[in-house]
């Protein structure tokens, strides 16, 4: 183990940011009672809906993936840009209620995560950059890097490391980018000195639980995978969608941005990042469903090319965008 040294949090902090990173934290690596109870408890309802791999027993425990840990970097990369989807007629919902049979949907929706570059290439050179850049400095410092795809809660060491908030809807806000950021890490034997645990800032709103039109955020908090429509579009693997799911897809085929959209604090603080690969390849942002349900496995090929979409195969896809045509069939 590796005790103090002279490197600082200060150092640290200039580096990450000097490597592009929005925001930048540091938590001590002791373990939160809590929220691996939060976890546990999650798993115990089944939340995880067929995500398997979310009971890994490592997700509990930092040291599992690096056991000198004793301190964890956090940073936030923001990837909003200010694009919007087209607007189906003003108020579609109450449109097509009052003409059931005549208007069909005609845009697909795809989360901004998914716009442009895969965000797990970007995070993860930028984060191998800063681990070797903290391991040149001391041959005993030893670094690892995370995001996403780790047994490990990205949120829950952001909140700790002060960079924002866990939200009602459950995802991470920050005061300057809203929640429109992507989170990492990188775990380190060194001792550095640690920041604030963030506050909650959501109040009394509940915007963001009166918006989801699946009821999938069961209490504030808390998701149920099983009635997120970003969990059926993205990991279900199944031939068709369960129907209470397929009624209410509201035109997504990709995820769901829609207690984000809401979110007052997104409204106000989202800006436009500076990291040029979150700008959108230009079909994603206004995708035709009729297109998206006929797609062949060559055209979903050339049109995601190293983007997180490739994650929803083109089976998958085509299923996202014929539910939807199905919920609103034209005449
Ligand atoms: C599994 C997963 C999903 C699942 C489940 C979502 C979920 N909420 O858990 C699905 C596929 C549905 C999903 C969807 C999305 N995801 Co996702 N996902 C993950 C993943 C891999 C694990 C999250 C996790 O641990 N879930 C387990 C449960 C237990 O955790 P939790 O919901 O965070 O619950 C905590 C809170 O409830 C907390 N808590 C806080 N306060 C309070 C208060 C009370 C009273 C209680 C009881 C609990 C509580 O306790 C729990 C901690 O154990 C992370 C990456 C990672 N390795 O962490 C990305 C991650 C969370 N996803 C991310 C994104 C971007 C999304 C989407 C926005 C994508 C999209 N547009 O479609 C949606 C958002 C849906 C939503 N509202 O959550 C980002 C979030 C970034 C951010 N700013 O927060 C992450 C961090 C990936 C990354 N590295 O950037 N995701
Ligand atoms: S991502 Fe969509 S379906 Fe999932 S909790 Fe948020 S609003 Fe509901
Ligand atoms: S919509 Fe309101 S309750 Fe939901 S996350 Fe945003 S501030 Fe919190």
């Known amino acids: 183990m590796l005790a103090q040294h002279p490197l600082d949090s200060d150092r640290i902090k200039q580096k990450a940011v000097e490597l592009g990173f929005h ?29 398997a791999w979310m009971a890994n027993p490592k997700r509990q425990d930092v040291r599992s993936l690096l056991p000198s840990v004793r301190s964890v970097i956090c940073v936030a990369l923001n990837y909003y840009t200010p694009h919007d989807r087209p607007a189906e007629p003003q108020d579609f919902e109450l449109y097509a209620e009052e003409n ?38 001391d041959s005993a410092i030893e670094a690892r890097y995370c995001s996403d795809t ?27 980018y809203g929640s429109w950021v992507f989170l990492g890490e990188v775990l380190t034997n060194l001792q550095i000195t640690s920041d604030r645990p ?4 959501c109040g009394t709103c509940t915007r963001c639980l009166e918006a989801c039109p699946t009821e999938a955020i069961v209490q504030p908090f808390i998701v149920d995978a099983n009635r997120c429509i970003a969990y059926h579009t993205i990991e279900n693997r199944a031939e068709t969608l369960p129907p209470a799911i397929a009624a209410n897809l509201q035109g997504w085929v990709a995820g769901c941005d829609i207690c984000q959209d809401v ?33 062949s496995d060559a055209e979903w ?27 609103n069939p034209p005449d």
């Open 23 to 51: 925001k930048v934290g540091i938590a001590a690596a002791d373990t939160s009672e809590a929220r691996e109870n939060s976890l546990q408890s999650w798993l115990g309802q089944s939340y995880q809906a067929d995500m």
């Open 100 to 137: 059931p049979s005549k208007y069909p949907r005609r845009y697909a929706k795809i989360s901004r995560y998914g716009w442009g570059k895969d965000y797990h290439r970007i995070m993860h050179k930028k984060l191998k950059a800063l681990a070797l850049w903290l391991e040149a400095q």
């Open 150 to 176: 780790a047994p490990i809660q990205d949120k829950v060491w952001a909140e700790r490391a002060g960079l924002g908030w866990i939200a009602k809807n459950s995802n991470l806000i920050t005061r300057e």
């Open 198 to 201: 963030h506050l909650p800032h």
């Open 263 to 295: 979110c007052p604090w997104n409204q106000r603080f989202a800006q436009e990042t500076d990291v040029a690969e979150f700008q959108p390849y230009p079909w994603n942002v206004a995708p035709e469903l009729e297109a998206i349900a006929t797609l």
């Open 301 to 327: 090929d050339r049109r995601f090319p190293a983007s997180a979409l490739r994650r929803i195969k083109p089976n998958m896809l085509r299923r996202n965008a014929r539910a939807n045509l199905e919920a």
